[in-house]
């Protein structure tokens, strides 16, 4: 027994070593980074980024790259890096980039979360996370390990868990400069500043609903609804579009709520998420067969606005679910 | 005898009375801060005692919510506890719950697989839901009481066995289930649903536990001797001049049809079914004539309060009720247990 494990730490130690050799140590470079004294570290520019608390190496250009969730795929896309992802994985639905590559070329690893030997088997230089869970021994592999093997893992910096790391609240300008951070980590940064002068320009010429609506985003569940609450992405674009939320008081990305609560606020309008497994149809007929919600003002006068499951996560998305909320708020007439 | 006898009775009595107030307080609390008068009025109104001049939102708060769901705590409540009661005393085992035959686990496959397998569109969910829950906890009952039986015997030690491979079966199905089909964050709904919940209910609701208690309560009151004669093992309750397998046979179906419908209506809440009984039973003594009815009133008053709280604390949030019942629950259950302790050393 104790034979064989020393055979296959031999083994993995090989393995690292091989992994790591070609692209030539992100891992030292992370490794290096905290002991770096601080004018160094300015003078050769940002050498690694503090991404949820792992350092990522930066001056890299990941040519084999595995996008987990749609929002990670997409901005990926968005940045032109089509021929560099060997996969996406775990997409909340078709691929819909908006500008850049339409992602025809790129394969489909997995429908849900990837395991370990999936990823691995693709041989990635970088794995792209939408979500932080996305990179934990039940899915593509604990970062720290992935970096021991030369890959460079990075997660939507908006998706942090961890309270000195979640943005709190996330805002455009933040989604702004997580668009930037990309960019330098997958050696993309041209592309990565006209995607945003591209998105800042699309956003500053939409105009905001003016009449001041509440709203609750219903994202899912029956009984206890799933809401946007106060500092994630849904109160970012809602806020963006004009829309007061009236859980925007809970310092929560997303939380459960009580219909009683929701019926207390009686909001003007629903902001109604459509996913393929629980649709914006479906979401209407539980409000209206609950005798409860039925009673909701927004629900009597049929105000709902829809916005696609892909734009609930901040992303190259968000300024489009923007827009399309604002239309849809310009073909609702909400009385006094 | 007499005197504690008579205090038992008189327990019963203010647990009864307890509970109205509990509903009353429960109609009257919640995050939409609806004044007294108002909420009064609007159910004064719904009992044709009243005419209320209020909004049909206001009216859908009161009427459609939290009446229905204090309810339906109310009888879930009371339903576990006499299913607690039961279950300890027919299979002599302090640690037996209500869902000692697998049925909370064939109830949450039954509602897994509604959730996520999409057998039914939304409108058809709020009553699919709910009777798929039911259907799950009685083939997992049949399910044990059948493995117990090729066994060799519906007794006490086979059934519970039984009972536990039915039970981590179902579960694993579940999960796998949950593993193969949840998309997206459909998952969350399944989690909620699991971990036992009164934020789904309404008038169905209260209609399926209240059913479910007055067909089962009455046969269990009406039993209470024979529960007794169980405690002194099966020979000596064959003695008594019962049939033992029989009545423990119908019990347990009692039991699981009581629980089934409980676990259709809520989910599968803990603590009620195991704790309260022994709550109870430090304050009344173990004769079932006079532990069943407290346990009934004490389990419907729990939860009222425990569902209460879990739907205020953290406005406009919602606690898992399972938290709360264990929260404040446990340490009552301490208190009584040390005072019985001690009464019976002195």
């Not at chain 1, 909340?92 to 990837?114: I, N, Q, Y």
């Not at chain 1, 979401?283 to 629900?299: F, G, H, R, W, Y």
């Not at chain 2, 719904?46 to 009888?75: F, M, Y």
Request: with cysteine; net charge negative; glycine share 10%.
């Amino acid at each position: 027994m104790p034979s064989l494990r020393t055979s296959l730490a031999a083994a993995s130690a090989l393995l690292l070593a091989a992994c790591a050799s070609p692209v030539d140590s992100p891992a030292s470079l992370t490794d290096a980074q905290p002991s770096l004294a601080p004018e160094v570290a300015s003078a050769t520019a940002v050498a690694a980024i503090d991404n949820c608390g792992t350092h990522v190496a930066l001056g890299t250009s990941p040519e084999r790259i595995v996008a987990i969730k749609s929002s990670a795929a997409e901005l990926l896309l968005a940045l032109g890096l089509e021929e560099r992802m060997v996969a996406a994985a775990f997409l909340d639905g078709p691929l819909e980039p908006g500008t850049g590559d339409d992602g025809t070329g790129v394969a489909l690893l997995s429908e849900g979360l990837p395991g370990q030997e999936a990823v691995l088997g693709l041989e990635p230089d970088a794995i792209f996370a939408g979500w932080e869970s996305n990179l934990s021994a039940d899915g593509a592999g604990e970062r720290d390990q992935l970096e021991r093997l030369g890959i460079v893992t990075y997660v939507a910096p908006s998706a942090c868990k961890g309270a000195e790391h979640q943005p709190s609240p996330m805002t455009f300008p933040l989604l702004m400069d997580h668009i930037l951070e990309a960019g330098d980590v997958f050696g993309a940064a041209p592309q990565s500043q006209r995607l945003v002068a591209e998105l800042e320009a699309q956003l500053s010429a939409l105009e905001p609903d003016p009449r001041g609506l509440t709203a609750l985003w219903y994202s899912s569940g029956s009984d206890t609804p799933y809401v946007g609450a106060g500092i994630g992405a849904p109160q970012m674009v809602m806020g963006a579009a004009g829309l007061t939320n009236i859980v925007g008081d809970v310092q929560d990305t997303w939380t459960s709520v009580s219909w009683e609560a929701v019926a207390a606020e009686d909001p003007d309008v629903i902001v109604l998420v459509d996913a393929a497994w629980n649709t914006a149809d479906d979401k209407i007929a539980v409000l209206e067969d609950n005798p409860a919600t039925a009673q909701l003002s927004a629900v009597r006068n049929g105000y709902y606005v829809v916005v696609p499951f892909a734009s609930s996560e901040a992303g190259v998305r968000s300024v489009r679910a923007v827009a399309q909320i604002v239309d849809q708020l310009a073909g609702i007439a909400v009385e006094d | 005898m007499a005197a504690s006898a008579r205090s038992a009775w008189g327990l019963s009595i203010a647990l009864a009375l307890a509970l109205i107030v509990s509903l009353a307080a429960a109609a009257s609390i919640g995050v939409a801060g609806l004044s007294l008068s108002t909420v009064w009025q609007v159910v004064l109104d719904h009992l044709g005692l009243a005419n209320a001049q209020v909004s049909t939102l206001t009216d859908a708060i009161v009427w459609e919510i939290r009446v229905p769901r204090a309810l339906t705590a109310a009888a879930v409540g009371a339903g576990l506890a006499v299913a607690g009661v039961v279950m300890q005393a027919l299979t002599r085992n302090p640690l037996a719950d209500p869902y000692l035959l697998g049925l909370s686990s064939g109830a949450s496959l039954g509602a897994v697989a509604v959730l996520l397998m999409g057998l039914g569109g939304a409108i058809a969910l709020s009553v699919a839901l709910p009777a798929a829950a039911f259907v799950g906890a009685l083939l997992a009952l049949a399910a044990s009481l059948g493995i117990a039986r090729a066994a060799g015997a519906i007794g006490p030690a086979t059934v519970v066995l039984a009972g536990l491979a039915v039970s981590q079966f179902l579960a694993a199905v579940t999960s796998l289930i949950i593993f193969l089909t949840a998309q997206g964050d459909s998952y969350r709904q399944v989690l909620a649903w699991l971990l036992g919940s009164l934020a789904g209910a309404s008038w169905t609701t209260v209609a399926v536990a209240a059913v479910a208690i007055a067909l089962v309560l009455p046969l269990v009151v009406a039993w209470a001797s024979r529960l007794d004669a169980f405690a002194l093992g099966d020979t000596a309750a064959q003695a008594l001049g019962f049939s033992v397998r029989t009545t423990r046979l119908v019990l347990f179906v009692a039991v699981s049809l009581l629980t089934g419908a409980m676990v259709s209506a809520s989910g599968a809440i803990g603590f009620v079914g195991l704790i309260l009984p022994h709550l109870v039973r430090g304050l009344t003594g173990g004769i079932h004539r006079r532990l069943v009815p407290a346990a009934a009133l004490g389990g419907a008053v729990f939860l009222v309060w425990a569902d209460t709280l879990a739907r205020t604390i953290v406005d406009p949030r919602e606690l898992p009720v399972g938290v709360v019942t264990a929260v404040i629950g446990v340490p009552a259950f301490i208190l009584v247990l040390v005072r019985a302790r001690r009464r019976s050393v002195s």
